[in-house]
DNA sequence: CCGATTCTTTGAATCGTTTCATTGTTACGA
DNA sequence: TCGTAACAATGAAACGATTCAAAGAATCGG
């Protein structure tokens, strides 16, 4: 009902100066334990609570931070989303979440709506060509930092994750294992992050002599594309089968799995050791679970606000490219075969 | 570099008066074309945004509307979140979201930002007991709906999805099918939304007189819950056997089904029919693709917005707790015996 | 007890918008 | 040509916090 008390209510209420309440607020040590007292007083009896568009009218800028995400569903966002809030409440800001659902028009409606806002930086993980709406928003002050893509450091900071490193580890991990015929089961290569892991697999094979990758392009990257290429797999002959199989994400791995357990010809991982990569958390519960590569999305979070920060604090423009390197994760869908004895 | 431009650098620059520029941002039938003109090329030129906090401040309240969800990875929460967005703007609003995270600290954080922020409004799905607060928020004029959760008329609106119906939905399926002998998997009936799905189970079996329900008390809502309570139903003698299974979510259901299909002892669905709950993006995928309860995630979201809307125009104090019937979705795993065999 | 020093408190000015009463302009019928 | 109405444009006041120079109070050494 009642509009909310001011800061000028609470100083006539507690018989003082408006510059003694807002001394109070931000700088406690400079007002006597009396008049503190009296004043906190006030504040409770009359419910304050500071209007943060007044206050950041003053300041010329916000306290929060712009984070537009490629879809805040999928697990790699949510989690790096989670560590980007707690990172930010830490140095004393909040963020502010956009989804742009892939959407180019969305995402160009949140850059507006955060410019309005005065927010103090901008964490993007970028759908369409946004370059140029960028570089206006580093002109006015506002610096950048780009998610989950690999940017110019002479233009921007960034913070991503070494997809090449990923798809070696993985390889290597099944060679490691003493898996020789491996494949790769993967949607287009046209996207960056397939092509990148692929890669990364095809230098591990070539470190080992008598290795061998075949590449199975699946349609998508869906439970149901790795259905297919697992029942492509199942009709072979034995001669013609790989022992190791690695899946440029784990939903194909998973659909490569149910259709080699329904199937029942081949075993997991005896036959064939299967590994994943995201490590999403249906892997752990797989029926057989799945082994996988872990991204450090706590990491990406935490240090894009960093890189924020640092570029908010020194003013020449010093742009930094951290490039995170992915994690092991193994399960039993690629146990050596002592560890598949054990179980 | 340079401090972004203000209503007054426009006005000097298109050479008319602060509120004029105003008048063209705000009112534009009350400004000539020509002025029009030399304004909104200024604008350009200048490359203003306007100042929201400035803009809040003089009208006492901001343009967006606060969201808390238990948890922003649930697909449930994830899918009301978009739609409330999408409702939101159509009316010209943001929504800034919060995620609790299960946690009171956390939501509590989130009610202080957004009482700050000067908020319209506030939709939230309560982690612990905010009552109190949101009573205070409301007598400031800040109108609060409850998401997901059933609320006392007389103090909140509220949007929700009835369980006891959900509940009653699925064992309906079952016994219209032919299954007799049926059973629940769910955990802790503590959780009022388990203890509601069996209630509405128990219920559409009362209506049949040779049908049958027995409890099985999962652990906890997994994956491998599921998968011991399967494990378990495997173990019996056929007699014992039920020819129904509904599970409290889809998670336990997944488990269920793993571990049938791995013992390969009995057929889904012919010897047993399996259903879950809530139809997350796996339940389509899974080995046999799972039949589920589809919550109308979109309207809840959608209804939130509009009845805090609502709240917002009338000021007298009328609240409506709206409760959506959630929405049975078949799929392979409860086919009836003629589309089994067909399939 | 005095002057110097430190510690507290004061309150006007400021941030960038919107509002609105007022003034200026134009058009039109008599 | 004048009075009136309709239309445009003006600019000071207000929103609520922070800042900061200046005034006032307290403390201390001599």
Redesign the pocket.
């Known amino acids: 009902m009642s509009?909310?008390?001011?800061?000028?209510?609470?100083?006539n209420h507690a018989?003082?100066?408006?510059?003694?309440?807002?001394?109070v607020?931000?700088?406690p040590?400079?007002?006597?334990?009396?008049?503190?007292d009296r004043v906190l007083q006030a504040i409770d009896e009359l419910g304050?609570?500071?209007?943060?568009?007044?206050?950041q009218?003053?300041?010329?800028h916000s306290r929060t931070i712009g984070l537009i995400v490629l879809d805040v569903g999928n697990p790699f966002f949510t989690s790096v989303v989670r560590a980007a809030e707690d990172a930010a409440a830490l140095q004393g800001s909040a963020v502010l979440l956009g989804d742009s659902g892939h959407d180019a028009g969305r995402e160009s409606n949140y850059i507006d709506l955060f410019q309005e806002q005065r927010v103090q930086g901008l964490l993007i993980s970028p759908v369409g060509d946004v370059t140029e709406r960028l570089d206006q928003l580093r002109e006015r002050g506002v610096p950048t930092v780009l998610v989950d893509r690999l940017a110019d450091e002479a233009k921007y900071s960034s913070v991503s994750v070494d997809d090449d490193a990923g798809g070696y580890l993985a390889a290597r991990h099944l060679l490691d294992i003493g898996r020789r015929r491996l494949a790769f089961v993967g949607g287009p290569t046209s996207i960056r992050q397939v092509a990148d892991r692929l890669q990364g697999a095809q230098r591990a094979v070539a470190e080992v002599p008598d290795a061998s990758l075949e590449v199975l392009d699946s349609a998508g990257q869906t439970v149901l594309a790795g259905r297919g290429a697992g029942d492509q797999l199942a009709r072979r002959s034995a001669g013609e089968l790989p022992d190791g199989v690695f899946c440029a994400n784990d939903l194909l791995a998973l659909g490569v799995m149910q259709s080699l357990t329904m199937l029942r010809t081949l075993r997991i991982p005896e036959d064939i050791a299967l590994i994943g990569y995201d490590d999403i958390d249906f892997a752990v519960s797989a029926v057989v679970p799945l082994s996988s590569i872990r991204q450090p999305t706590e990491a990406l979070g935490r240090t894009a606000i960093e890189l924020l920060a640092e570029e908010l604090e020194s003013d020449k423009p010093t742009h930094r490219a951290v490039i995170f390197t992915p994690e092991l994760v193994v399960r039993q869908s690629t146990a050596g075969p002592q560890a598949a004895n054990a179980a």
């Open positions: 509009r909310s008390a001011s800061i000028k209510d609470v100083a018989r003082v100066a408006v510059g003694t309440v807002s001394n607020l931000n700088y040590d400079r007002v006597s334990q009396r008049t503190k304050f609570v500071r209007n943060d568009a007044a206050r009218l003053r300041a010329g």
